[in-house]
């Protein structure tokens, strides 16, 4: 591997960028943004630092901009595509990505939500578009989902080989499915949140208090399951189910219930982030988000005498 295409440079197509950059690939980026470089610039210095705080080896690529989508991809070995989540931009973006590529290199796309089924329609080599899904910052969560979809399984299989060259952790889903399994998750979290909001139960910053000071913590290293088999005590997980099971039942939630963003509740939730987080600018929280993670992963790599627990165990050993 020596050619990295990354279409978008933004939140998701920067941190791409900057884990292919820092983990020896050349990469070429495209992005009509007339500040690209800038943003990409400064989540590579993001990264850079973060890498340095984990002390992880430097083997820095070669970073290049393309003017166009046809000069980006031409001769690449992969490609990373991370334009805006709208079916028609991706569309377009397939398009030129597939009239200058060679026809043998998988496209990955970073879509949360499309099926490779939806993104592949009108294409002429549709085995190789899959889904390559990460999370933010990329550069520091190793978590991908790939979906290959129907025909895709050697493009997945090609990906996920490649994607753990490069520190990450490849999820394969056994089928398509709208939003993966990650971000299912996520949605159903960000719902009863903005349900706790607009009731006047919690604030914005009282609702990520239960989080990052409770729940958070174990899910980062245990997940949900394996978290839950502890709650069950000695018995284990059969015993957690007979005890909280019946609790599934009780109407607390309101997760099939969708809230209205009405413009009084987004002038609500907006006023409480700017109160809870103004006083940073997004390149400081960024720094701080990076902190934070370096230092659970940090923890991570040492669990079980230096052998690792979860993420901790994709690091290099100390």
Not at 10 to 36: K, M, N, Q, S
Not at 112 to 122: M, T, V
Request: with cysteine.
């Amino acid at each position: 591997m020596s050619r990295i295409a990354c279409i978008g440079g933004g939140v998701i197509g920067g941190g791409w960028v900057a884990r292919f950059l820092l983990r020896g690939h050349d990469v070429t980026v495209f992005d009509p943004h007339p500040e690209a470089e800038r943003i990409v610039g400064e989540v590579i210095a993001n990264a850079e630092r973060a890498h340095a705080d984990l002390g992880l080896p430097e083997e820095r690529g070669t970073l290049r901009f393309a003017a166009t989508v046809a000069e980006a991809v031409t001769g690449a070995d992969y490609i990373q595509e991370s334009v805006p989540e709208r079916l028609e931009i991706k569309a377009k973006a397939f398009a030129e990505i597939e009239a200058s590529a060679p026809a043998r290199t998988v496209i990955g796309s970073s879509t949360s939500g499309f099926k490779p089924s939806q993104l592949r329609e009108g294409r002429a080599h549709l085995e190789r578009i899959i889904v390559a899904h990460p999370f933010n910052p990329v550069y520091l969560l190793p978590l991908v989902e790939l979906v290959g979809g129907p025909g895709g399984d050697d493009a997945t299989a090609w990906a996920a080989a490649f994607l753990k060259t490069v520190g990450m952790h490849p999820l394969v889903l056994r089928k398509e499915i709208d939003a993966h399994i990650a971000d299912r998750f996520l949605e159903a979290v960000w719902r009863e949140a903005l349900w706790l909001v607009k009731d006047g139960v919690a604030t914005t910053e009282e609702i990520d208090d239960a989080i990052r000071m409770g729940f958070g913590l174990r899910w980062a290293q245990m997940g949900l399951f394996e978290t839950y088999r502890i709650a069950g005590g000695e018995a284990g997980m059969r015993h957690f189910l007979a005890q909280f099971g019946p609790a599934l039942k009780w109407p607390w939630t309101k997760l099939m219930d969708v809230p209205e963003l009405t413009d009084e509740l987004v002038d609500t939730i907006a006023d409480q982030s700017d109160a809870q987080s103004g006083a940073h600018d997004i390149r400081g929280l960024e720094r701080i988000r990076d902190e934070n993670l370096v230092g659970i992963l940090k923890a991570l790599r040492a669990s079980q005498g230096g052998e690792g627990w979860g993420a901790g165990k994709l690091l290099p050993k100390e």
